[in-house]
């Protein structure tokens, strides 16, 4: 099983947007002859809204990757990050994968595994929760449908520019006492043992754009899966249960 995050297809701040999806590709041709299951854990696309009948244009090759995926009988799960939060039947109906729209605990390989994008998680700002809130309302989604997709991919590409997601530079790690996704998953296993409930064996990650890979406890592992902007970084979890971070190095990276 391979876990993937914060690919940002189509991001105007990537050199050449293409040349990322092709790579992205490449790696999913390397895995599929062995691939039980693929994760994608967020911020796949940089942008992605869809109206009743129309969506944005581009990421053929990757979608259509997808499609190639469930169609051998692979599966595919989308969860959603923030940047795209606004996927309503299209990526399902079109390429078979499964969304979930929230954090979710599986069973895989015999282990219990939490998956989240992790916006949101460990984040006290007000300002935030009323932005995330809002974002996800279906007010806010309606009165953005108004607006004429040309008029609105340009502003929502403008708005990625100015995010620090995409802009280049992502804090490093912060350290497990300031680190919102840790100091998050170790009130969560709390709240779970109080509570007489299992905890996961691994808490899988996007978001932070950081390769991280901590030892909560004997039994509990976290991990970061980092990007695909500047890492190629990606998580894969062998059929005995065990995971692992690993790179899309180079040398198997060839057009």
């Known amino acids: 099983m391979y876990f993937i995050s ?3 297809l189509g991001a105007a701040t990537l050199g050449n947007p293409l040349d990322y999806e092709r790579r992205v590709v490449r790696f999913l041709d390397s895995i599929k002859a062995d691939c039980k299951a693929l994760f994608l854990v967020g911020d796949v696309i940089d942008y992605w809204f869809e109206y009743k009948h129309v969506v944005p244009k581009g990421f053929t090759r990757f979608l259509g990757k997808l499609g190639e995926f469930t169609d051998a009988g692979i599966e595919v799960h989308w969860f959603t990050g923030n940047h795209d939060i606004w996927i309503f039947g299209y990526i399902e109906k079109e390429t078979g ?3 979930h729209r929230h954090g979710e605990t599986l ?8 998956i989240a994008h992790g916006d949101g998680l460990g984040h006290d700002s007000k300002a935030f929760k009323f932005m995330n809130g809002f974002f996800h309302s279906r007010l806010c989604q309606r009165m953005f ?3 004429h997709p040309d008029l609105a991919t340009a502003f929502a590409h403008k708005w990625s520019a100015h995010s620090r997601l995409t802009g280049g530079t992502f804090p490093d790690y912060l350290g497990e ?9 170790k009130q969560y296993i709390r709240e779970l043992e ?13 978001h932070r ?3 991280l890979y901590l030892m909560l406890s004997s039994q509990t592992r976290l991990a970061i899966l980092g990007d695909w902007i500047q890492h190629f970084s990606y998580g894969v979890m062998t059929p005995d249960g065990n995971f692992a971070l690993e790179q899309f190095e180079a040398e198997d990276d060839q057009p």
């Open 97 to 99: 994968a499964i969304v």
């Open 209 to 211: 754009h950081i390769v």
């Open 177 to 185: 006492n300031k680190e919102h996704l840790v100091v998050w998953t």
């Open 107 to 114: 069973n895989l390989q015999g282990k219990l595994c939490y």
């Open 6 to 8: 914060d690919m940002h």
């Open 145 to 147: 449908s108004w607006i």
């Open 194 to 206: 109080t509570a007489g409930q299992p905890v996961p064996s691994y808490f899988i990650f996007g």
